[in-house]
């Protein structure tokens, strides 16, 4: 995998990190997106991973707008070569009940969790289809399959990320490119740690592994989708959550 070059939108959050180190663990070459490399501290996180022993690559992007996408894309392939892995994990939350949501919250989350899809997708997979090779991987959400009280937004944006999947999925197999969505449950991060601990506890209870789930078990699963071997797999959506939701 040392000549495949991954992007990781959002790999500085909680999940995105150790998507990152696996990703440079197994080989690949990894680049980040930052928003703010100022109020994200983009360079201690690098400095931070590299003294893990993990070389991880930044470059400035919002991905909620197309033209920063364009220019990110234009800069990441002079600088470190054709994407062959994108991972599409930024994400945020602004939740209320839909009756008190402003539109601006709406807006938000929509624009980062969804049209973001599109926006940094949309820059890689010509190339990806020229090149007869590409492995795209959403980042979703249970809630996105389920729904949840006070997310009508996030968890709108959440089913969407997997239609997407779905429909490039088809689009793009007979190009040699794989597109697959992992869904996450609840996942031990500085985001759920914010939660009271009355609430995190009553999420826990039902959940039937008895646990929240570690970024690391949703890592795991990206850097198996990527791999050249996982060709046959796709548009696909695994779900990461201890048999909180099940489906078939």
Known sequence: MANRVALV?????GIGTEICKQLAAAGYKV?????????????????????????????????????????????????????????NCAG?????????????AWDAVINV???????????FIDGMRNRGFGRIVN?????????????????????????????LAQESARKGITVNTVCPGYIATDMTAAIPEEVRNSIVAQIPA???????????????????????????AIPVNGALFTSF
């Open 9 to 13: 939108t959002g790999g500085n959050g």
């Open 113 to 123: 969790n969804l049209n973001s899809a599109f926006n940094v997708t949309r820059q």
């Open 31 to 87: 680049i980040t997106t930052c928003v703010d490399q100022e109020k994200e501290k983009i360079a201690e996180w690098q400095a931070a991973r590299k003294a893990e022993g993990f070389d991880i690559a930044w470059v400035q992007c919002n991905v909620a707008d197309f033209d920063s996408c364009a220019a990110m894309a234009k800069k990441v392939e002079a600088e470190h070569g054709p994407v062959d892995v994108l991972v």
């Open 139 to 167: 980042i979703s959400s249970v809630n996105g399959q389920r729904g949840q009280f006070g997310q009508t937004n996030y968890s709108a944006s959440k089913a969407g990320i997997h239609g997407f999947t779905m429909a």
């Open 92 to 104: 945020i939350t602004r939740d209320a009940f839909l009756h008190k949501m402003e539109k601006s």
């Open 210 to 236: 008895g646990r929240m789930g570690q970024p690391s078990d949703i890592a795991r699963v990206v850097v198996f989708l990527v791999a050249d071997e996982s060709d046959y797999i796709n548009g696909a």
